[in-house]
């Protein structure tokens, strides 16, 4: 998932793109994480999951063009993160981007996403 209109060059096609329109909000870019993710995860069949969990998304960030609210980005993190549980599926996870116009907003989504995960791996799935 990416933002169709910021990325800096020609993206290469892959095997499953979900372009974001500009301006996407929590409850759009969730509806599409849940939906292709299930998807995936059902044709992929992975060993492993690289998670890629960037506070660029946040709508305060003065390089993206996304607009997740803080509450967003942490949902976004609990599906992926039981979504993999459910299928007994390790996770890597690389905290990445993050502009905020606050310094404390983006560290406060990277330590969203470890307590997410921390809550998820605790859980009794």
Do not use: W
Not at 30 to 50: E, G, K, M, S, T
Not at 59 to 68: H, I, S, V, Y
Not at 82 to 97: D, H, N, Q, S
């Amino acid at each position: 998932m990416h933002q169709e209109n910021n990325y800096p060059l020609e993206k290469p096609p892959s095997d499953m793109d979900i372009d974001l329109r500009d301006g996407c909000q929590d409850e759009e870019y969730l509806d599409l994480l849940r939906q292709n993710l299930y998807h995936a995860l059902a044709v992929f069949q992975p060993d492993l999951i690289f998670y890629l969990a960037g506070a660029d998304p946040y709508r305060e960030d003065q390089l993206g063009g996304l607009a997740l609210t803080k509450a967003g980005l942490r949902e976004r993190d609990h599906i992926v993160f039981t979504m993999a549980r459910e299928r007994k599926i390790p996770v890597a996870t690389v905290l990445a981007g993050g502009y905020a116009e606050q310094l404390e907003d983006t560290i406060a989504i990277h330590v969203g996403t470890i307590r997410v995960a921390i809550e998820v791996i605790a859980s009794r799935v």
